[in-house]
């Protein structure tokens, strides 16, 4: 019953902060840039592509990939695929969507195109803390 849970919940618009803005005195960089952003839906960065959708027994598949893919197919469609200049950025998970998908977004766009990858706290690290503190 929130927007974490489903996209019914979902702003009808997103304010786009920082290196995203287009405010030219909180982004002189970037302001006059395209902006897409992109939703995550899909709980594995876009990475997922299984083989089969029954494994283990379960139901429960990740298909990130191809949402990626189809995404990145509508934008070159939409004019992406005649870029000068690119950037993909993210935070947290949409961080570590960058880093996965750098290579990908590098090889869809022209040859001759300036790309840029920016993860802003993408790095997530997968350990079992079981206390910080140590009792003497």
């Known amino acids: ?7 019914n ?3 009808h618009e997103v304010p786009f902060f920082g290196v995203l803005s287009s405010d030219p005195s909180q ?3 970037f302001f006059n840039w395209n902006r897409v952003m992109i939703r995550y839906c899909d709980g594995a960065c876009f990475s997922g592509h299984p083989e089969a959708e029954f494994k ?7 298909r990130g990939q191809l949402i990626w893919e189809a995404i990145m197919d509508e934008l070159l ?7 000068k200049r690119a950037m993909l950025t993210g935070c947290s ?10 290579d990908y977004f590098r090889d869809h766009l022209p040859k001759d195109a300036t790309v840029k ?3 802003d706290g993408g790095y997530i690290l997968n350990v079992y ?6 009792k003497s």
């Open 9 to 11: 919940f979902f702003e």
């Open 27 to 29: 982004n002189p960089d």
């Open 56 to 62: 283990n027994e379960t139901r429960l598949f990740f």
């Open 77 to 83: 469609s939409m004019g992406m695929s005649h870029a």
């Open 93 to 102: 998970a949409g961080g570590l969507s960058t880093l996965i998908h750098c």
């Open 129 to 134: 803390v079981t206390s910080f503190y140590h």
């Open 1 to 7: 019953m929130t927007r974490l849970g489903s996209s």
């Open 117 to 119: 990858c920016v993860s």
